[in-house]
């Protein structure tokens, strides 16, 4: 998946948590953004994967970024 694509770039962002289709099953993970793409995470750890449009499904939590000045 990359993150560059229109329906994903405005809700899907480095660490939140997001609900995905994988094998049938509707599956949470933690996103991890790197540069230009995206990749999805079980919470507990275990094998990542890169999804499509279709497979992603929402954003569960979306972490909030402060910047300190």
Not at 1 to 12: E, I, R
Request: contains cysteine; positive net charge; hydrophobic residues 40%.
């Amino acid at each position: 998946m990359k993150c560059g694509q229109p329906s994903l770039v405005l809700t899907l962002g480095h660490a939140d948590l997001v609900v995905a289709e994988i094998e049938g099953e509707y599956r949470l993970f933690k996103s991890h953004r790197a540069g230009s793409r995206c990749r999805l995470l079980p919470p507990n750890g275990g094998q990542g994967y890169f999804v499509n449009a279709q497979q992603f499904k929402g954003v569960v939590v979306r972490q909030a970024r402060c910047w300190a000045v």
